[in-house]
């Protein structure tokens, strides 16, 4: 079973106004946590997989697009979220439920849902190796997942690299593209930072 890394199209920037602040300051109004405290529990969220729901007790959140933005993807990559417009939504959310959870969002290309990955794979240790500079480790030099561990996980993070970039299975690779879902670069590249196809 092989895995990919999601990535933006390549030439694309993230055309939501998002960051942790911007999630941060409107969930306060609905949350018992300060802003402060909601910053730094996001900031680690990707890592320590915790929902976003628990955070907060609101039921919607609204963002807005960059409106020099040119991009109008039916899949957009902020972070470790994925915004779904409605219409890959119900394409996609048999292949994503039990992966994390979905949030409605309001925004002002309309409605659409944000995905909260919330799910780790194993790595397979034998082929993954570890980097190390002056003697002390820094990150990863290769990644390989677990092929019997991804066989039933369509999305899915590694703690060893740190949680922060979202990988897929082959289902949900053959997905996106049976059904020409635009939005997501898939590189079996899983780490570099400008991988190749």
Known sequence: MKSYRLELPKESTTALIFDSYILAKQMTQQSKLSVNELLIKLQRLPYENQSLSSLWDGEQLSFTF?????DDFDINIVGTYLLLKMSAYSVLKSFMADFGEFIKVNTDRGE??????LTFAKED??????????????GLKSLVFDENDIRNKN????????GN???CNELFFNAVKNNK???????TDLLSTFPEN
């Not at 999305?155 to 740190?162: A, D, V």
Request: glycine share 6%; proline share 0%; net charge negative.
């Open 66 to 70: 960059n409106s020099e933005s040119n």
């Open 112 to 117: 659409m849902m944000l995905f909260n990955l």
């Open 125 to 138: 240790l034998s082929l993954t190796e570890r980097a190390y500079l002056d003697g002390f480790e820094d």
């Open 155 to 162: 999305l899915y993070k590694s703690k060893l690299e740190g």
């Open 165 to 167: 970039l979202v990988y």
């Open 181 to 187: 879902l635009t939005g997501i670069a898939f590189y």
